[in-house]
């Protein structure tokens, strides 16, 4: 399977299955889409504030729920594999993403995964081992917890950087040097985990560490 990030913002995401995995994976997506979860029962857990349906739709019935509900992706999470099934038919039909919970291991064209990710806005790093070992994928992600503390504020940083330096005419190789660097450098790390100075104020120090100033050009 090939990773990749896929925008939801104002799409929908339909959830069949009220449960805890069907509650996380609804968690998960409110973060961007219009998400819809469909059961005849939900557990008390949080579903991240999305629209909880209270059905039980039969196998013939599901694409009805698709053809109402337009999603940009379906996630299968119900305990009955006969209604997954269905779900997989469903989705497949109408060329619609489908996330089957309920399966690992190998997976037909076109289904989605949902890795363990850290983030670190806005860097976001996901890990997958193709649904043989979730307890690996876990593992990784609390080891990356601490590894990619600051690496958010460091890409702000490097963004801020990469566009001033564009706007003094600084040529596209010496910016991709000096980005670097900066990106190297673990007095830079130590001094955004710690929050010690803004980007505003790293920023101005490199300037005036790589780039000569009027009177050196004299």
């Given at each position: 399977?090939?990773?990749l990030?896929?925008?939801?913002s104002?799409?929908?995401v339909l959830?069949f ?7 996380r ?6 973060r961007?889409a219009d998400?819809?979860v469909?059961s005849p029962?939900f557990t008390?857990?949080?579903f991240?504030?999305?629209s909880?349906?209270r059905?039980a739709?039969e196998?013939a019935?599901i694409?009805?729920w698709?053809e109402?509900v ?5 996630v299968a999470?119900?305990s009955d594999e006969?209604?997954?099934?269905a ?5 497949r039909?109408?060329?619609i993403l489908?996330?089957?919970a309920d399966?690992?291991g190998?997976?037909d064209?076109?289904s989605v ?6 983030r ?10 193709g649904?043989?070992?979730?307890a690996?994928?876990k593992?990784?992600r609390?080891e990356l917890e601490?590894t990619l ?10 963004g801020e950087l990469?566009g001033?330096?564009k ?5 596209p190789?010496?910016?991709?040097e000096?980005v670097?660097d ?17 980007c505003?104020?790293?920023?101005e ?6 780039l000569?100033?009027e009177g050196?050009?004299?």
């Amino acid at each position: 399977m090939i990773p990749l990030l896929h925008d939801f913002s104002s799409a929908r995401v339909l959830v069949f299955g009220g449960g805890s995995v069907g509650a996380r994976k609804a968690r998960r997506f409110a973060r961007e889409a219009d998400v819809v979860v469909v059961s005849p029962e939900f557990t008390d857990e949080s579903f991240g504030g999305a629209s909880l349906v209270r059905a039980a739709p039969e196998p013939a019935e599901i694409d009805d729920w698709l053809e109402r509900v337009d999603p940009a992706l379906v996630v299968a999470a119900t305990s009955d594999e006969a209604i997954n099934d269905a779900i997989e038919r469903a989705t497949r039909t109408r060329s619609i993403l489908l996330n089957r919970a309920d399966r690992s291991g190998e997976r037909d064209a076109g289904s989605v995964v949902v890795p363990a990710t850290v983030r670190e806005d806005p860097v976001v790093v996901s890990i997958a081992t193709g649904g043989t070992a979730p307890a690996v994928s876990k593992h990784l992600r609390r080891e990356l917890e601490e590894t990619l503390e600051g690496a958010g504020e460091m890409a702000r940083l490097c963004g801020e950087l990469r566009g001033e330096l564009k706007s003094r005419d600084v040529s596209p190789e010496r910016r991709r040097e000096i980005v670097t660097d900066v990106v190297e450098r673990p007095g830079v790390w130590t001094a955004l985990r710690t929050g010690a100075p803004n980007c505003g104020q790293v920023i101005e120090d490199v300037l005036s560490e790589e780039l000569p100033t009027e009177g050196d050009r004299s």
